[in-house]
């Protein structure tokens, strides 16, 4: 394989960066659970990264996770084959149900970090 | 008017003289709109330069003979039009990731030793008399594995994924379709006997979903749909206590 073959085809490439976008958002988990780990010690302890490289460093994992998440759970009415009544149902299907529960585990985590914040 | 042509451009490798491929260029009438690539290569051979080889049967679509690189892309030459292409050349070179005979032609003993090591075949315990009957199979059960019967084994798909072309130890699309074919087939009985093949390492857990096996295959199977299931059904067996049915 030539080392330039992820270039030779619009899919490769976009299969190259699905996959890469696993490093920078490891970067940032890594990073969040330290601040994590710091927040057991109270308020003082807690001392989120601020600076503005690393909001716009969050902005841009934010955007591979999102990318990563919509390929992925598009990927899903490929992999999951379910059956009602020995009846298949549309991979269409499936994949709504995906965003559908990311939507709502999203809204709830969303509720409960706004919530207690107050 | 004159007669419209094309250029094709062939990759050219004779193993006794050259040290690696090369491409060479002919001038070919395209004189009917249906003509496709595999018939450039015939007039080639016919009325050019007689030692172009190449491998070619059915010219339907059917026998999986013909694939080759067509502008980069793994396509059966039997159907991939000129007029697609036209007036631009058109680059043909053997298909990627296997290594190459002559000319256009590829060694596909990798791929054939893969494919006999899933046991694409039916497999029972215990064969009954001829007397006892047919085993019957309702369309439900057809359309299981329908899809994934389809495949003609062309090896475009392996042409086009580059896990393989990177590693070919992995075990690969067809062959991975083709062993779902049987394990979802009501007749069948040898899952135990593929299982060792699809659930190791370089079996389906080398796939890392580039998904252009699918992309590519000219019959509309869907070898990457085939690695997935594959792979939830070897981690169901092994985290469920009913999963490790026969």
């Keep these: ?118 | 008017m004159a007669a419209k042509r094309i250029t094709i451009q062939a990759t050219r490798f004779d193993p006794d003289k050259d040290e690696k491929p090369r491409l060479q260029s002919y001038d070919v009438p395209f004189a009917d709109e249906s003509m496709v690539v595999l018939d450039a290569l015939n007039y080639i051979k016919g009325h050019v330069d007689g030692s172009l080889s190449y491998r070619w049967s059915c010219r339907m679509g059917i026998c999986g003979s013909c694939g080759m690189m067509v502008d980069g892309v793994p396509k059966l030459t039997c159907n991939a039009f000129l007029r697609d292409y036209w007036p631009k050349p058109i680059t043909v070179q053997p298909l990627n990731n296997f290594p190459i005979i002559r000319d256009l032609i590829i060694d596909m003993d990798d791929f054939m030793e893969k494919l006999k090591s899933i046991k694409p075949w039916i497999i029972r315990k215990q064969e009954l008399p001829l007397g006892a009957g047919e085993h019957r199979q309702f369309t439900p059960q057809i359309d299981e594995f329908r899809q994934f019967s389809q495949c003609i084994n062309c090896m475009l798909c392996y042409a086009a994924c580059p896990v393989y072309g990177l590693n070919d130890g992995f075990l690969g699309p067809a062959a991975t379709a083709l062993a779902r074919r049987y394990n979802l087939d009501s007749r069948d009985e040898g899952l135990k006997q593929r299982l060792p093949m699809l659930a190791e390492a370089e079996g389906v857990w080398e796939c890392s979903f580039v998904g252009e096996c699918s992309v590519v295959c000219p019959k509309g199977v869907d070898p990457a749909k085939a690695i997935q299931q594959t792979k939830l059904d070897t981690t169901m067996r092994f985290v469920l206590p009913y999963g490790n049915r026969d």
């Design chain 1, 1 to 118: 394989m030539p080392r330039g073959w992820w270039t030779r085809r619009a899919n490769y490439f976009w299969y190259i960066v699905r996959e890469f976008t696993s490093l920078p958002l490891a970067v940032w988990l890594l990073r969040f659970l330290v601040e994590v780990q710091r927040a057991q010690s109270g308020p003082k302890g807690y001392a989120p990264h601020s600076s503005t490289a690393f909001v716009i460093f969050s902005v841009i994992c934010l955007g591979f996770a999102l990318y990563h998440s919509i390929t992925f759970l598009s990927l899903a009415g490929v992999i999951l084959h379910f059956k009602v009544l020995d009846r298949p149902i549309p991979s269409r299907l499936v994949v709504l149900s995906q965003f559908g529960a990311w939507a709502a585990i999203s809204a709830v985590i969303a509720f409960v970090l706004i919530y207690f914040a107050r």
